[in-house]
């Protein structure tokens, strides 16, 4: 029986871009034979991954795991909605978020890191695309970690425990973990998912959007014509209004509709330390189909 090196797997692996373990096996059943190996692959479907993986991936799903005073969560794209809704592609975003929870946000840990089939994440995902025919990605990952209280997570629209579209962890510091700690952190979370914070605090503000929305505030001040003096005083209290959009201790607690997210916090004896908002595909610029463009040019027009 022919010896399967790794130098003849990694060859394998990048002229079919299917998984490592999927090749060594093509190559173990073909006798080391590099064609018989392909022809294998390609009749089970997994020479195909790389073909998809230059095809835009802005569905899929956001899931969370968490445990005690740490939480995980992770975003996996897929091509369409359809795929989210796929029990094997489900099962894949929570063993990727228990994964995390493990090794930490590292994407290139996670992709090494084993899953319940035997399989590195990496390869797990090179599987599904040849099984289910659409590209994905690991697109990135976040862990909390409080050394007392606790990291709350919350799921917008949830399709099953733990994953949706929409997910925030929230990190709270206290003497100890109990239920109305976690209670509240997942009240954050709810808060976090409807108001879309940029920023934790006032002094994890983007200097640069602060700059830039100050010189907006300035030309809109001036063009009401009144004095300088009158005019810094106008920006001062429009920048506080800003910060009350943007930051999430200075928010206004949506469950009552008054109360100051940092009050909240102070009045339950903790923390807000970190927090952390996912929404599926934000910032992906989707491919715009042109479906009457598409059709002439299969036609050859």
């Known amino acids: 029986m022919a010896q399967i090196t790794a130098a003849l797997v990694r060859e394998l692996r990048e002229s079919t871009g299917a998984g490592m373990m999927d090749c060594k096996k093509a190559l173990t059943e073909a006798d080391g034979d590099m064609e018989v190996a392909i022809d294998w ?3 089970k479907g997994l020479s195909q991954a790389a073909k998809k993986s230059g095809r835009t991936a802005a569905e899929g799903l956001v899931g969370v795991a968490s445990e005690k005073n740490r939480a995980a969560m992770v975003e996996v794209n897929a091509e369409t909605d359809f795929v989210g809704r796929n029990e094997a592609f489900q099962a894949l975003v929570e063993q990727v978020a228990h994964v995390a929870l493990k090794v930490g946000d590292d994407l290139e840990a996670i992709k090494a890191a084993t899953v319940p089939s035997g399989r590195t994440v990496a390869d797990e995902l090179t599987h599904l695309i040849a099984t289910i025919g659409e590209n994905m990605s690991l697109r990135r990952a ?17 399709l099953r425990p733990g994953i949706g579209k929409i997910g925030v962890l929230a990190a709270l510091e206290a003497e100890s973990e109990n239920e109305a700690l976690l209670t509240l952190g997942r009240q954050i979370g709810m808060h976090a998912a409807a108001t879309r914070p940029a920023s934790l605090d006032i002094s994890s503000v983007d200097p ?10 300035v030309e809109q001040a001036r063009a009401s014509g009144k004095p300088e003096a009158i005019i810094e005083k106008m920006v001062e209290g ?7 959009e ?6 206004v607690w949506v469950h009552d509709g008054e109360s100051r997210v940092a009050k909240v916090v102070e009045k339950a004896g903790a923390k807000l330390v970190a927090f952390e908002r996912f929404q599926l595909g934000e ?3 989707k491919e715009e189909s042109d479906f009457a463009a598409e059709v002439a040019a299969a036609a050859g027009n």
Do not use: M, N
Request: glycine share 6%; aromatic share 6%.
């Open 238 to 244: 429009r920048v506080r209004k800003f910060y009350e």
């Open 208 to 217: 640069d959007a602060l700059e830039r929305e100050r010189a907006v505030l």
């Open 246 to 251: 943007v930051v999430l201790l200075e928010q």
């Open 283 to 285: 910032g992906i610029e």
């Open 41 to 43: 692959l390609r009749k």
């Open 142 to 158: 976040k862990v909390l970690t409080v050394s007392s209280g606790v990291v709350a997570s919350y799921v917008h629209g949830a």
